[in-house]
């Protein structure tokens, strides 16, 4: 065999092990459990001491601000500080909660990081499914949706104390990426169907991976199902406890911060882990869908808590920057703006907008979507006997880093 | 200079990933991976208020516990029933449904010629493709830079005869 023969199968060779050893990585989830563990068996000194140590640097980063700000930050991070090593979680209630790391599993890049960004919307034409507001998740029944135009008014009070917010990213998944979770899940790939990266399949159900949907966006998702060979399930607590066991046991408890409801149709309970995002000085804000709802992560169960099927976010890692946001005075005219001009007659209905909170929104871009803070007005009102509800979703980036 | 020090967890997220591959392309399970890894970065997690960045790289640090933490679990596991298993090509014992699945993935079998390299072959491979300099190799592996770039290509070789005659 020639030399230059040889060193081109070396070369190859080397190739193949770059690209082996870039692919080879642990299960989805592994990362967030080690950490988790070993943030566990940290003494309560050392933890202390870093979030101090952590604290001290992060205020010699930031520019210059008036003492008064810094003490009042302060005030606001030792309290934070103390009650995450006491043990004491935020939430809201008894059915908030989250099985990772928060703020720590985001990669944190500069303030606006990601450039100007593409605006979230509200998808036209879908119906919104509630006929109250995002605020307090409801099982109610479907409102109905009004096309023709509003004439807006706002008696609602908003307050927004804060002037920046996060806006995360991802970057969408690869085949081999959908791949790899299957893999952790023991499925095989059997196909890859039009639309979808891969089916694959275990002894007990068939997985099916989609990419991120554009219109109406939708973030990469798995299925699963149907199970066939998972008995019933017993856990303390209700049919949130029964679908998180059942989410546990296969690696798929979410991550990230949610609020759980459970939706009883007939013999179908469906139980809903709806994702949140925190914001410094707001809170927990919901992700909305297209229609201004919140959702997450669902997983179907039969009358005798067996899981039928779950659907959910594939687990990608997130990318963070904060961005400048608006005041409540200019989100409210915004809202108001949103009617179209000449649309106040006598027949056009009067709505008034009487609640408002900051949500999340998915806004696909290409090769990198993000999940960017927006205020989601709502109101209902009657037109001939049928009660509607209107929702207007305002983009909360300030506009100079918007491109539209 | 601790500011020349990055935040640990920095650190944790941008290594994990590599040093897991390193450990996979060691021994024959994801499970034992997944248990060595823990090991590495839960004895750097304790050893981090020692380490000096002047002194070296956080890359060839976390390389050096990685490689020692294997080297314990051989000791500790016995590398001859390893060998055995990687002559013979038995299925091993812990071989679970997921294990199963892993195989299939592109380059599983390639790693598998690596961990029947001998062992200073097969450091020098795990090494160099998760992203150490051929300085850092002959760091960890008491060699001069040059020595460590022989010793890499010989590996090579072995690692291309081995590959040639299974037709992987």
Not at chain 1, 43 to 48: C, E, K, N, V
Not at chain 1, 187 to 205: C, D, H, K, Q
Not at chain 1, 295 to 314: F, H, K, M, Q, W
């Amino acid at each position: 065999m020639s030399d230059p023969e040889e060193d081109l199968e070396l070369e190859a060779l080397q190739r193949q092990l770059d690209d082996a050893f870039e692919t080879t990585r642990p299960r989805i989830g592994f990362e967030d459990e080690l950490w988790t563990r070993m943030q566990a068996r940290r003494p309560a000194g050392t933890r202390l001491r870093d979030a101090w140590l952590g604290l001290i640097q992060g205020i010699r980063e930031v520019p210059a601000v008036p003492m008064a700000a810094v003490a009042a930050v302060l005030v606001v991070i030792i309290g934070a500080g103390i009650v995450t090593f006491s043990g004491v979680h935020f939430g809201g209630g008894s059915t908030s909660a989250t099985s990772g790391l928060s703020a720590g599993q985001y990669a944190p890049q500069a303030s606006g990081a990601f450039g100007r960004l593409p605006s979230p919307v509200l998808a036209p034409g879908l119906t919104p499914k509630a006929a109250n507001g995002v605020s307090q998740p409801s099982t109610t029944s479907p409102g109905a949706d009004y096309g023709g135009p509003v004439a807006l008014t706002w008696t609602g009070k908003l307050v927004l104390n804060f002037s920046i917010a996060p806006v995360f990213r991802y970057q969408e998944p690869s085949t081999n990426t959908a791949d790899q979770f299957a893999t952790s899940l023991g499925a095989i790939l059997v196909s890859r169907p039009t639309g979808y990266m891969g089916s694959y399949e275990t002894t007990n159900f068939n997985i099916r991976v989609r990419g991120t949907v554009q219109s109406p966006a939708h973030e990469p998702t798995f299925t699963i199902l149907p199970i066939t060979s998972v008995g019933s399930i017993d856990a303390a607590g209700g049919p949130a406890d029964v679908a998180l066991v059942f989410l546990a046991e296969r690696s798929l408890a979410p991550t990230w911060q949610y609020t759980s409801e459970a939706v009883v149709s007939g013999d179908l309970t469906k139980v809903k882990l709806l994702r949140q995002f925190g914001v410094s000085g707001y809170g927990y804000a919901y992700l909305v869908d297209g229609t201004g709802e919140p959702y997450g992560l669902e997983v179907d169960l039969t009358s005798n808590n067996r899981p039928t099927e779950a659907i959910g976010p594939l687990p990608l890692s997130l990318d963070a920057a904060s961005y400048p946001i608006i005041s409540a005075d200019q989100a409210v005219r915004s809202a108001l703006a949103s009617s179209p001009p000449g649309a106040s007659s006598a027949s056009t209905p009067a709505v008034a907008l009487t609640s408002a909170e900051l949500v999340y929104s998915l806004v696909v871009a290409g090769d990198h979507s993000f999940y960017e803070p927006a205020i989601l007005f709502s109101g209902s009102f009657t037109v001939n006997g049928t009660t509607y509800v209107k929702r207007v979703l305002v983009p909360a980036v300030d506009p100079s880093q918007r491109t539209s | 200079m601790v500011a020349d020090r990055p935040v640990f967890e920095d650190l944790y997220r941008a290594y994990l990933g590599r040093i897991y591959a390193y450990v996979r392309a060691q021994v024959t399970s994801s499970a034992d991976a997944e248990d060595i890894t823990a090991q590495v970065f839960m004895n750097a997690y304790q050893a981090y208020a020692r380490f000096e960045a002047r002194n070296t790289t956080p890359a060839a640090w976390l390389f050096r516990i990685a490689r020692n933490a294997t080297l314990d679990h051989f000791r500790a596991h016995g590398r001859r029933e390893r060998l055995r298993r990687t002559i013979e090509h038995q299925p091993v014992a812990d071989m679970d449904p997921s294990g199963v699945a892993e195989e299939r993935i592109q380059y599983r079998a390639l790693l598998e010629h690596v961990a029947g390299l001998p062992e200073r072959q097969r450091d020098a491979i795990s090494l160099r493709h998760s992203g150490l300099s051929f300085e850092e190799v002959g760091v960890l592996l008491k060699c001069s830079e040059d020595a460590a770039k022989m010793l890499y290509h010989r590996a090579c070789k072995a690692l291309k005869e081995a590959v040639a005659m299974e037709g992987v």
